[in-house]
């Protein structure tokens, strides 16, 4: 597959301090890249030198095979990109908004701007100025701005920022659609790893401006730990039977419960051996962590 | 070539349609027709005055504008038509375009222009108009043409103090300090119009150049044409570096 963004050993340094450090990205079309990270984790920073908002201290940025630089900004005709804020000139109406959008973009179609605001849902909010619009209108049209000029790359920070459930359940979709029906490339980037876990086929984690890991979203399901809890009417008669019988090793008791890191695929097994020792079983069941365990365990704040 | 200008044409055109609806639109005309209207009041009303005398009737507003007025409110409206973006967030969305940073200055330093143009030729027709309206002694068109001449210089030179206050909006991302620059300039300008630093002060030179009272037997033009010149070219210098820094 043909490679939208290569990133090499980019790294931005303020005073003495590293706000990204040598990191590497690989965006291969149609891929949806979830960045994930921490308030000031850096990837805010990478999305503005991708971007060719700031300059990097060192390293490099290809975008579609071609190195960014100060004199090749044409290649933002095939980016729609929203950072941070959803920015739209408020006294000015959605339609205006996305009508200087499509006259700088250079796209002549005038229809465009009105399959956008259909896209998006603001067909009603169409002549409003954006100064009588919410943050969740604004965000939409922030979204519709970047789809206008119909991007081969989406540069999304954060959003979902300021939507309510509602509204984030529909973004997400939106980028899942685009990404399958019109097959664009989605860089996007969140707090909510729930919301990345559920959009994205390619996942980077980022932590004090150094992109700890870049895996795809079967890997990453493959590494999340899986254990097996139990709860028992004795505890050590249980830990007792399963030494002996299963050899099991790996385990940690955990306010009264049992957990198993070992035979994740022998549950039943467990069960019927535990029985057979006259052992009640109260409860037993896998448990797989969540991406947001994983994040944290990889960052640092869940030990 | 043709793809270039047609770019700025496109650029331009979207940063007029920016203007729409801001209300720093409506005082401006306003602020601009204080001048024409005090001195239409000023002969209407008063007795001292039975004639226009254009000479007379056209620089009052000449003064006026190019001492204070223009001086101040050009501040002021760069100071918007180029922080605005900044204040607004909408940088990061400008400046990934598939246009050049420097275009885009290029951009709104025309909507400047134009809006100079515009502004000072409304007040010279509305002076013709407002004086025609009174008892006038015959309007010739050495008078006309006098003062024809005097607003285009004068929107020449007020567009040249636009870059530097471009500069100050540019590097500060906000409108206050070029309002506070304006405002400074305004005051400087009466204290200086009438000392050998007319001529060195960028800000007085529009009143210096331009027909104005006070009987003065020299002005040294080359000097003048000089800080003008000077002020423009470091002012589109340091606006060009200072849209090169990064954007946050």
């Keep these: 597959m043909e490679s939208i963004l290569e990133i090499s050993n980019l790294s931005k340094k303020y005073g003495g301090e590293y706000a990204v450090q040598n990191l590497n990205m690989h965006i291969r079309q149609g891929d949806i890249y979830g960045f994930l990270g921490q308030n000031g984790a850096g990837e805010t920073t990478t999305i503005r030198m991708i971007l060719g908002l700031i300059k990097p201290t060192s390293g490099c940025v290809e975008l579609f095979g071609e190195p960014l630089n100060k004199t090749n900004y044409h290649v933002f005709i095939r980016i729609g990109s929203m950072v941070e804020y959803p920015g739209a000139y408020e006294n000015l109406t959605a339609v205006e908004n996305l009508e200087i959008h499509r006259k700088l973009m250079g796209i002549k179609k005038r229809e465009s701007v009105e399959e956008v605001i259909h896209l998006v849902g603001l067909s009603e909010a169409r002549n409003k100025k954006v100064r009588e619009f919410s943050l969740g209108m604004k965000q939409r049209l922030g979204i519709g701005r970047t789809l206008l000029h119909k991007p081969e790359l989406l540069v999304l920070d954060e959003p979902t920022n300021g939507l309510d459930p509602v509204g984030i359940k529909e973004i997400r979709e939106l980028i899942v659609t685009l990404a399958k029906r019109d097959k664009i490339t989605i860089l996007v980037s969140s707090h909510l790893l729930s919301e990345i876990e559920q959009m994205a086929t390619k996942i980077g984690i980022i932590n004090k401006g150094i992109l700890l890991e870049e895996m795809t979203l079967d890997t990453l399901i493959k590494k999340r730990e899986q254990h097996i809890k139990v709860k028992v009417n004795d505890l050590k008669a249980a830990i007792k039977c399963l030494t002996e019988n299963l050899d099991i090793k790996e385990f940690t008791v955990e306010n009264g419960l049992l957990k198993i890191f070992e035979r994740i695929n022998e549950t039943a097994n467990i069960n019927r051996l535990l029985v057979t020792n006259n052992i009640d079983v109260e409860e037993i069941c896998l448990i797989e962590d969540r991406l947001e365990d994983y994040f944290l365990k990889r960052i640092g704040g869940l030990e | ?248």
């Excluded at chain 2, 940063?15 to 609806?21: A, F, T, V």
């Excluded at chain 2, 909408?90 to 025309?110: A, C, D, H, Q, W």
């Excluded at chain 2, 309007?139 to 006309?144: C, G, N, P, R």
Aim: hydrophobic fraction near 50%; proline fraction near 6%.
């Design chain 2, 1 to 248: 070539m043709m793809p270039k200008l047609f770019e700025l044409y496109n650029i331009t055109t979207t940063e007029l349609q920016k203007l729409k609806n801001c209300k720093i639109l409506w005082a401006l005309p306003t602020i601009f027709l204080i001048p024409n209207f005090l001195v239409f009041l000023v002969y209407a009303s008063n007795s001292k005055y039975p004639l226009v005398v254009w000479d007379d009737y056209f620089l009052t507003p000449v003064m006026l504008i190019n001492l204070l007025v223009g001086i101040g409110f050009f501040a002021l409206l760069t100071g918007f038509i180029f922080s605005r973006e900044y204040q607004e967030h909408m940088i990061n969305n400008l400046f990934t375009y598939p246009n050049s940073r420097s275009e885009f200055f290029v951009g709104k330093l025309t909507v400047m222009l134009i809006i100079i143009a515009v502004t000072l030729f409304s007040s010279f027709v509305l002076s013709i108009l407002s004086g025609l309206i009174l008892k006038h002694e015959p309007l010739t068109t050495i008078v006309v043409f006098k003062y024809f001449k005097a607003y285009i210089l004068m929107v020449i030179m007020h567009f040249a103090l636009v870059p530097i206050v471009a500069q100050l909006s540019i590097s500060k991302r906000n409108i206050i300090p070029p309002t506070i620059l304006g405002i400074c300039a305004m005051v400087l300008n009466i204290i200086i119009f009438n000392t050998p630093l007319n001529t060195i002060f960028p800000w007085t030179i529009p009143t210096v150049f331009s027909p104005h009272d006070g009987a003065r037997t020299f002005t040294n033009y080359p000097l003048g044409t000089f800080t003008l010149l000077v002020t423009f070219v470091i002012g589109i210098v340091l606006s060009l570096n200072s849209l090169k820094k990064d954007v946050h």
